[in-house]
């Protein structure tokens, strides 16, 4: 059974820093595209980054030169360390893995999902 479980959020003061994991059941990790995706209270889920089988990154305007999103195929694992955190940011952020390893930034392209992990930012 495939699961991704999030771990790493919580509550910081704006400015902060919290990193986010993604623990991936996956047999073959190296070959998924990993992406993170938030959804705030009454807004549709949103892509955040993205890191392909090769490792390059994408990331959506808000949160360039402020977030970093990596992997460690060793450890079938993603990360998203997030610096410089702002009220905007508070969001339930979920991590997703897409079987073709293609770049994407749309959450139905993408084959499973986390439970998500919650991340408060207080102004």
């Known amino acids: 059974q495939v699961q991704l479980v999030e771990s790493g959020g919580g509550l910081v003061q704006a400015g902060g820093s919290l990193r986010l994991s993604c623990a991936a059941a996956l047999r073959t990790f190296s070959s998924y595209a990993m992406g993170w995706f938030r959804q705030a209270p009454g807004k549709e889920r949103e892509f955040v980054a993205h890191?392909?089988?090769?490792?390059?990154?994408y990331y959506v305007d808000s949160v360039k030169g402020r977030f970093t999103i990596s992997r460690d195929d060793a450890k079938n694992a993603a990360y998203l360390q997030m610096n410089s955190l702002k009220p905007e940011d508070t969001a339930i952020y979920y991590c997703?893995?897409?079987?073709?390893?293609?770049?994407?930034?749309?959450?139905?392209?993408?084959?499973?999902w986390g439970q998500g992990t919650q991340v408060t930012v207080s102004s």
């Open positions: 997703a893995a897409r079987m073709s390893g293609i770049f994407s930034t749309t959450a139905s392209q993408y084959d499973y």
């Open positions: 890191i392909s089988w090769s490792g390059s990154t």
